[in-house]
């Protein structure tokens, strides 16, 4: 069995963080745990002392890709999940990881589908999981997953891998993993630079995890600060003419809602 760590990245007093450490204890497969966080407080250090995991702090200002490669980098194993602290995970995620891994070890990304939260109850996809499915189809290909060509046809209309639902390979990938100028498009900029380097991509095409979405997400607020359009928009113009990208721009302003 490879070795494994979920490093939780913890911001600020989340009401849901107790929750995606239970989900991570009760794997049917366990790994290490770890929280990490730059913004330490008494209930972090808490849910530390209460579930017996390391804390890592890390000084300066809270930024995401700080933040992200600061836990990365704290892992002491070869595969890494960057668990965001308001998801859970279902009990046998870590089982497929070590799946992915035993059958194709040149895997780089592992990742899966994910279920939606609302607060704290399940919401029905729609349409936008509906998309994400389908561009995801070509990660379903296992044996042709090492191709550059058939990791990057996924992020030609948006990116479907659902960051929290990955696991990297770190021995493969190095550090920093997270190299981008954007602040909401960086898991999707980092993913197409991933793409032209050897290795596979992996998706386990079931709803490994649960993704949250609420008031304080930075999905929301990237939002309504009009960050996400601003970065979205830039990828898009990376990969396709500008005839194109404005008419790929006007349906995701409408896909915008959902998150509404």
């Given at each position: 069995?490879?070795?494994?760590?979920?490093?939780?990245?913890?911001?600020?007093?989340?009401?849901?963080?107790?929750?995606?450490?239970?989900?991570?204890?009760?794997?049917?497969?366990?790994?290490?745990?770890?929280?990490?966080?730059?913004?330490?407080?008494?209930?972090?250090?808490?849910?530390?002392?209460?579930?017996?995991?390391?804390?890592?702090?890390?000084?300066?200002?809270?930024?995401?890709?700080?933040?992200?490669?600061?836990?990365?980098?704290?892992?002491?194993?070869?595969?890494?999940?960057?668990?965001?602290?308001?998801?859970?995970?279902?009990?046998?995620?870590?089982?497929?990881?070590?799946?992915?891994?035993?059958?194709?070890?040149?895997?780089t990304v592992f990742t899966t589908d994910c279920g939606i939260?609302?607060?704290?109850?399940?919401?029905?996809?729609g349409m936008v999981q509906f998309v994400k499915h389908l561009?995801?189809?070509?990660?379903?290909?296992?044996?042709?997953?090492?191709?550059?060509?058939?990791?990057?046809?996924?992020?030609?209309?948006?990116?479907?891998?659902?960051?929290?639902?990955?696991?990297?390979?770190?021995?493969?990938?190095?550090?920093?993993?997270?190299?981008?100028?954007?602040?909401?498009?960086?898991?999707?900029?980092?993913?197409?630079?991933?793409?032209?380097?050897?290795?596979?991509?992996?998706?386990?095409?079931?709803?490994?995890?649960?993704?949250?979405?609420?008031?304080?997400?930075?999905?929301?607020?990237?939002?309504?600060?009009?960050?996400?359009?601003?970065?979205?928009?830039?990828?898009?113009?990376?990969?396709?003419?500008?005839?194109?990208?404005?008419?790929?721009?006007?349906?995701?302003?409408?896909?915008?809602?959902?998150?509404?």
């Amino acid at each position: 069995m490879l070795s494994h760590t979920y490093a939780i990245c913890a911001y600020k007093d989340s009401p849901w963080l107790e929750e995606c450490i239970r989900s991570l204890k009760r794997q049917s497969v366990p790994s290490e745990i770890i929280l990490c966080t730059s913004t330490p407080s008494k209930y972090i250090q808490a849910m530390a002392e209460i579930f017996g995991l390391p804390l890592y702090v890390r000084d300066g200002e809270s930024d995401i890709q700080a933040d992200w490669n600061f836990a990365y980098s704290k892992a002491k194993t070869r595969l890494v999940t960057i668990a965001h602290q308001d998801d859970c995970y279902h009990k046998n995620y870590g089982k497929y990881v070590q799946e992915c891994w035993e059958q194709y070890p040149d895997t780089t990304v592992f990742t899966t589908d994910c279920g939606i939260l609302r607060n704290s109850d399940p919401v029905n996809p729609g349409m936008v999981q509906f998309v994400k499915h389908l561009l995801r189809v070509p990660l379903r290909f296992h044996g042709l997953a090492d191709r550059t060509w058939i990791k990057r046809l996924p992020l030609i209309l948006g990116n479907p891998i659902i960051c929290p639902s990955c696991t990297y390979d770190k021995e493969a990938l190095g550090e920093p993993l997270f190299d981008s100028p954007y602040k909401f498009a960086l898991d999707w900029d980092t993913m197409w630079k991933l793409a032209e380097r050897p290795g596979r991509f992996i998706c386990e095409e079931k709803p490994l995890i649960s993704y949250r979405i609420h008031s304080g997400a930075t999905t929301k607020e990237c939002i309504e600060n009009h960050r996400r359009a601003q970065e979205e928009e830039a990828m898009f113009r990376k990969i396709w003419p500008e005839p194109v990208v404005r008419v790929i721009m006007w349906f995701y302003r409408k896909a915008y809602r959902a998150y509404q």
